[in-house]
Structure formats: structure tokens, C-alpha cells
């Protein structure tokens, strides 16, 4: 098998430890990033819904800065935005590359993205079940904790899941520029010395965690509606 492997790939044979070394850094980025992004862009996202017109708190103010503010990161690409945010990676990593300098580009980047899918989520859910709670007497809080949340649980799960694999595409596009992970992995070693088969086994490794997350997601989704 070894030397099936050495004939058909021997390039990636050869740069093993690196590819191993490559996942983990994406694996770690994607995790991290994924995390932070949510625990921001998911009261954004939130907030955005309840201060629309006829929300539960309605606000012009709040709702048009915050809308106004994520239109803008959202409307950047993301290669443009790892160079426009290098000082404030800087500031709060002390480095712009590396995965550590990637952990903030993509929480910039993602961030907008998961606010805008917990927004359209919550959006969906039907409008006479949160009258009916104020009717009631329910506090605004109590409608976003008893009611919406509850309600667009299965939306949130595979908002989060769309989120999780557009940070793997989001990695792999950082470490074009020398964010690590298997973007980077596939440049220096595939694309830079000609060496096709790493190209071709790092883009199959990402079609595989993008299935696995997807698979998880919908895995998830399904045991969480019965």
C-alpha cells in the first residue's frame, strides 16, 4: 500500500508531517474563529431582529448602525480584508501571519455573516407565536429566550453549520497569504514547486471536512426535531 501511495503521491508521501501539521493549524482556525464569531455575530444578530420596525424593541437608530456596519464588512472580500485590518491583527495578536494572524481577519470576516444568518433565522419564525407572548405579559427577554430562540433552534444549527464551512474556505484563503493551515500548505509546497498531487490530495481533504461538518450539521439537526 506504502508503495502504491509513493508511485501515485509521492510528493504528499514525503511531506506527510507537514500535511498533518497543515490540518491541525486549519482545524484550530476554523474552531477558534468559529466560535468567537458566533459568540459576537449571534447577539448581533439577535439584536437586529428585536429593533427592526414592529420588533419587540424597536429602534431606528441601533437597527440602521449595526445594519450599516455589517453591510460594509460583508461588502469587502475577504483577501481585501486580510490586508485593510493588518495594524488592528497586529494589535491584538502582535503578529499578521501565521494561524494566530488569521484568527482575526476571519472573526472579521465571519462575524457579519453569522449575524445576518441568525437575523434571516429569526426572522422566519411566525410572527402570531411572539404576539401571543406579549399578550401574555412576556418581557422582551423573556419572548427572545422562551419563544424565538426555541423556535429557530434547527434554523440556528444550520446557520451554524453554513458558518463552520465557510470559515474552511475562508481558512484556505488565508493561508494564501500566509495565514497557515492547508491554504498555505497547498501554496508552498503544491502550487510554488509544481507539485500537483499536493494540490489535488489538500483540495480532497477540504471537500472531506466540508462534507464532515455538513454531515454532522444535518446529523445534529435531525436528532434535535425529534
Known amino acids: 500500500m506504502t508503495e502504491i501511495l509513493k508511485t501515485l503521491i509521492p510528493n504528499v508521501v514525503n511531506l506527510y508531517p507537514e500535511m498533518i501539521k497543515a490540518l491541525f493549524e486549519t482545524l484550530y482556525m476554523v474552531l477558534v474563529s468559529g466560535i468567537i464569531s458566533t459568540v459576537i455575530g449571534f447577539p448581533i444578530g ?17 437597527n440602521t448602525i449595526l445594519g450599516k456596519i455589517i453591510n460594509i464588512f460583508r461588502s469587502i472580500p475577504f483577501i481585501i480584508l486580510l490586508a485593510t485590518i493588518l ?23 465571519s ?8 437575523e434571516s433565522v429569526l426572522l422566519d419564525i411566525d410572527t402570531g407565536v411572539i404576539e401571543a407572548a406579549q399578550s401574555m405579559g412576556s418581557s422582551p427577554f ?3 429566550y422562551r419563544v424565538m430562540l426555541p423556535e429557530g433552534f434547527g434554523g440556528i444549527i444550520y446557520a451554524i453549520t453554513i458558518t463552520t464551512i465557510s470559515l474552511i474556505g475562508l481558512s484556505a484563503m488565508a493561508g494564501t ?8 500548505f497547498a501554496i508552498r509546497y503544491g502550487y510554488q514547486y509544481f507539485q500537483t498531487d499536493v494540490m489535488i490530495v489538500t483540495v480532497v481533504i477540504l471537500l472531506i471536512l466540508v462534507n464532515l461538518v455538513q454531515g454532522f450539521g444535518d446529523l445534529l439537526l435531525k436528532k434535535l426535531s425529534h
Open 46 to 62: 439577535v439584536v437586529l431582529v428585536i429593533t427592526r420596525k414592529d420588533g419587540i424593541l424597536e429602534n431606528k437608530v441601533i
Open 177 to 184: 497569504v500566509g495565514g497557515g493551515g492547508l491554504g498555505d
Open 142 to 144: 423573556e419572548i427572545i
Open 111 to 118: 462575524t457579519p455573516f453569522v449575524a445576518r444568518q441568525i
Open 87 to 109: 495594524p488592528i491583527t497586529r494589535f491584538f495578536v502582535g503578529t499578521t501571519i501565521g494561524t494566530q494572524g488569521a484568527l482575526v481577519p476571519l472573526i472579521f470576516g
